[in-house]
């Protein structure tokens, strides 16, 4: 177990449950002798700063204590400090989409019991201008999205995965000119209007676009998504395709180590459902395992081969029950 535990707390997560949630998730941990301590932040630049200054204060392990806009703080901090500390998630968010992907138990009170015995395990991480990602960053129909549905969750119109459904319907109906857009990998080049592009290095993006094969967290690589322009009911239909996980012959999707994306105007950003500044220009990275994140021991069946040296960065290893 890693301790002691700084915990980087969202009180605006998931629309003010921590309210509750913190008390139950302090009382685990105090029940179990687990030393902590708790900073409390609003907005990315506060909870990143805190999760900074607790790294480079030497806490092996900054636990992030809200949704995925919380956890792309905490791993920015972290990072910044030279990832040097591991990252620990309590999900207490909306969507959670991250922690989907991961061995960690969604209730509070199992995360936090599985975070006591946490051993931290490496995962790729991604940068895309400047700024860190655990999961996804996305142009377009994606970060329109993203910031409709921080707003309306900031006027507590609707709570949990309801506010990114609203906000994917208003986004539709009210339409956008698509963007033309010169995406650029190492190996493949692609030139057109797009509804969206999203570079993915989590296991989830939304439960709504059909994954690659096999998504994985540790293969060095990230998942390129280009859904094309398409006409508004074709869009409306494929809306709902995405929703059941169906293909599109509109989904151009390859896998790459970096990705630039020259847009004809300046275009909406997010990482991790994070606005970012409006750019012309997007360029990303991966950064093969240079992320720690806390998982429950039983789900690291690779880390013996690890810590013997057996593996190649960059190269999953092929172990059966791997967590990818």
Known sequence: MVQPLLLVVNPYAGGGRIADALPLVTRVLRGRGVAYEVQQAAGFHALAEAAERGSRAGFPAV???GGDGTVNAVVNGVMRAGGRSAVGIIPAGTANEFVRGLPIPRSLQRATQALIHAEPAAFDVAEANGRFFANVFGIGFDARVAVGANRLRDRRILRGRAVYFLASLLELV?????LEVE???????????VLLVAVVNGRMYGERVAALPT???RDGLLDLYIIQEMRRMRSLNAALKML???PLPEIVIQRCRRVTVDADRPVETHVDGNPMEA?????ARVLPRALR???PPDSLPWKAAEDAGQWTPGIAPAISGEVP
């Open 63 to 65: 636990v992030a204590v």
């Open 174 to 178: 009210g339409g956008r000119d698509p």
């Open 183 to 193: 995406v650029t990998t190492e190996s493949e080049r692609f030139t057109g209007r």
């Open 215 to 217: 998504p994985s967290l």
């Open 244 to 246: 059941r996980r169906s």
């Open 279 to 283: 750019a012309r220009r997007i360029q």
């Open 293 to 295: 994140i806390l998982l």
